[in-house]
């Protein structure tokens, strides 16, 4: 095993993560499927050394290049509402960042495909896929508001930085039946929607309000 699996390894404690678990379940979710995937992964793998010791805090942390690891509460929730939809073969994710939310799909579906602009954090994600030898990711560097229609259609997408409205592009890469999860708003107000694709077009539900660094255009 490499010396950085080791990096923290107080903070990995099964009481420690278990009192994660505990919280997640207290603030409303259900699924067991997806609480046993934020049990099995490290998240302190997925953040500098300097917050390893805060990785197990319900809360968003600094990444670098002016992004966020997403709150547990909040990836436990949209990938609970994702497979609501049933069990699914693959997935887009848009917004790598750390590669957390990623992880724990690839732990509940059999491929993941996830996005990211910014080549760094890609790389660094990448790094940790392969320590923990996670093998169902595929990354692409590109920006991700057009999707990857090459790969398409997809059974479910996670979007996790906020465009202002729905990008049509994805909703025309999700199956008929699938759903995408997504944040919508500018940088002061968001709000969680569900989209499901239909034969006609697209039905969307809105859920609850939420933050996220906002879905920028290019890539870096
Ligand atoms: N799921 C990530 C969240 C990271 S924050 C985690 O838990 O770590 C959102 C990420 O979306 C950032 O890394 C940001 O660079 C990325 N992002 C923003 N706009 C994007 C776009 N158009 N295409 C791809 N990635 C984008």
Redesign the pocket.
Known sequence: MSSSLHRGIGMTSLRTRERLIQRLRDEGIGNQAVLEAIRNTPRHI?VDEALASRAYEDT?LP?G??????QPFI?ARMTELLLEAGPLETVL??????????AILSKLVKRVY?????KS?QLQ?RKRFQELHVRNIRLHH????MGLPEYAPFDGILV??A?EGIPRALVDQLRVGGCMILPIGNRSEQVLVRVTRTRAGYEKELLEQVV?????????
């Open positions: 997925f968003a990444i290049q002016g992004q966020t690891i997403s990836v994710e848009i917004g790598t960042g750390s590669g957390y939310q990623t996830s996005v990211e602009r910014i954090l994600a590109r920006d991700g508001g996790t930085a465009p996220f660094v906002p879905l920028l255009g290019g890539t870096l």
